[in-house]
């Protein structure tokens, strides 16, 4: 079993700034790509940033230049750090963690972002 633990999440105007930290938790399992995805009410889980366990990075067209992913392997910590947030940023951010050793992945609990106008 993989445990991701999401923090950071939160309510800020356009323009502003938030920092998202997600940490494995008690896990035995190498960890590869680990990302975030966004969910808003009747839509599906959206990719927002992705990046490999050597690095390399992805990001959704909406984000790019704004957003930027980066990660502690050593502790299995990934960040999402969100500037200049627009209103259609807000949504249920989710963590995920593929782990290859099951052929599969986990998700986080999702934190919260809500960006005012």
């Known amino acids: 079993q993989v445990q991701l633990q999401e923090s950071g999440g939160g309510l800020v105007q356009a323009g502003g700034s938030l920092r998202l930290s997600c940490a494995v938790l008690?896990?035995?399992?190498?960890?590869?790509?680990m990302g975030w995805y966004r969910q808003t009410p009747g839509k599906q889980r959206d990719m927002v940033a992705t990046i490999t366990s050597g690095g390399s990075k992805n990001y959704a067209d909406s984000v790019k230049g704004r957003f930027t992913i980066s990660r502690v392997n050593a502790n299995n910590t990934v960040y999402l750090q969100m500037s200049s947030l627009k209103p259609e940023d807000t949504g249920v951010y989710f963590c995920?963690?593929?782990?290859?050793?099951?052929?599969?992945?986990?998700w986080g609990q999702g934190t919260q972002v809500s960006v005012s106008t």
């Open positions: 995920r963690a593929v782990v290859p050793a099951v052929s599969g992945y986990y």
């Open positions: 008690r896990t035995i399992y190498s960890i590869d790509s």
